[in-house]
């Protein structure tokens, strides 16, 4: 028997090549916490750029990265199951498997224009184009400045059709100490978005220790 969370459904986790290793690195440690399954795809560029940002090298073979995370998260045996960028028989590539929701972060811009073009050339795009269709939520977490008018469209189109548009951009009214403060903000929101319990942030109008 596979891995079964506090929660029935999965939340799949996309990591693309845009800067924000942290961010993603962060994000599955809570999720692994609060007992989530998690389908994780990571792009090729997303390797290069764990590579730079973290101390963390990612295998490329699904299979060993599966065990690498899984052993890093201190996750349950089939908590974190990893998929390749080609792997179509994956839960996520049909909108007849497990509903759930999806975030892509970080996001890139060029992850960002295929999705909304409907592309589906990779198991990325492909399961952000099921969420979209199957009207279930997906986050896109852009890590990019300033955005051009390509961009901006691209997101005001996906806005329309329901995608929650989340630039990776922390506020200070928590009086961050560090980078971690930082990434943490981010992080807390995504996790209320995706309707996870989170203790990173306090909500707005409870206490805030300063």
């Known amino acids: ?29 809570c999720l692994v ?22 101390a963390h090298k990612l295998p490329a073979s699904p299979e060993k990265l599966q065990t690498y995370l899984t052993q890093t998260f201190g996750a349950d ?10 792997q179509w028989f994956a839960p ?8 759930g929701p999806m975030i892509v ?34 986050i896109l977490v852009l890590r990019e400045t300033p955005f051009s008018p390509i961009h901006l469209e691209n997101m005001l189109k996906l806005a329309n059709m329901g995608v929650t548009i989340m630039p990776a951009s922390p506020g200070f009214y928590h009086n961050p100490l560090s980078i971690e403060d930082l ?4 992080v807390a929101r995504m996790l209320n978005h995706l309707g996870i319990e989170q203790t990173l942030l306090p909500l707005w109008g409870e206490k805030i220790d300063c």
């Open 105 to 138: 972060c970080p996001c890139s811009t060029g992850t960002l224009s295929a999705i909304a073009t409907g592309a589906s050339n990779n198991l990325i795009e492909r399961a952000a184009d099921v969420a979209i269709k199957e009207k279930r939520s997906l």
């Open 183 to 186: 990434v943490d903000f981010m």
């Open 77 to 86: 045996e089939g908590q974190i199951q990893v998929f390749g960028r080609e």
């Open 33 to 54: 916490a609060e007992q989530r399954t998690v389908y994780v795809m990571v792009s090729q560029a997303a390797q290069v750029v764990f590579a730079t940002e973290s």
């Open 92 to 99: 996520v590539a049909s909108g007849s498997g497990r509903k």
């Open 1 to 29: 028997m596979g891995f079964e969370g506090s929660q029935n459904q999965p939340v799949t986790l996309a990591i693309t090549g845009a800067s924000g290793a942290p961010y993603a690195l962060r994000l599955l440690q």
